[in-house]
């Protein structure tokens, strides 16, 4: 069983930054941030994902430059620096786990690979 709890969403100013935190209380192999824009996007959309054997990192096109995902392990932590915010960043942020071996079979931005999700914390960027 995996638990996630994330933290660290709120307003800024566009071009601000923001730090989001999602504590896991498992070890699953694989971690996501996805977002969702209810006015735009109805549905989740990925952000950026980490692969916790070798380290590896995948960004949408949209947030790459400006987010970095990384993973503290001795926290059970995995952290989206997100820096240089647009309008268009403002969302539900969720945190997502793949613990499930079949996930392998889907690329990290298919919600479908992750069986686990947290709560979700507010990004909501001014501009």
């Known amino acids: 069983q995996v638990q996630l709890v994330e933290s660290g969403g709120g307003s800024v100013q566009a071009g601000g930054s923001l730090r989001l935190s999602c504590a896991a209380s498992?070890?699953?192999?694989?971690m996501a941030w996805f977002r969702q824009t209810p006015g735009k996007e109805r549905e989740r959309e990925g952000v950026?994902?980490?692969?916790?054997?070798?380290?590896?990192?995948f960004y949408a096109d949209s947030v790459k430059g400006r987010f970095t995902i990384s993973q503290d392990h001795t926290k059970n932590t995995v952290y989206l620096q997100m820096s240089n915010l647009k309008s268009e960043d403002t969302a539900m942020y969720y945190c997502?786990?793949?613990?499930?071996?079949?996930?392998?079979?889907?690329?990290?931005?298919?919600?479908?690979?992750?069986?686990?999700w947290g709560q979700g914390t507010q990004v909501t960027v001014s501009s």
């Open positions: 997502a786990a793949a613990t499930d071996g079949y996930g392998l079979r889907w690329s990290w931005n298919e919600d479908r690979k992750y069986n686990y």
């Open positions: 950026a994902a980490f692969y916790t054997v070798t380290s590896a990192t």
């Open positions: 498992g070890s699953p192999y694989f």
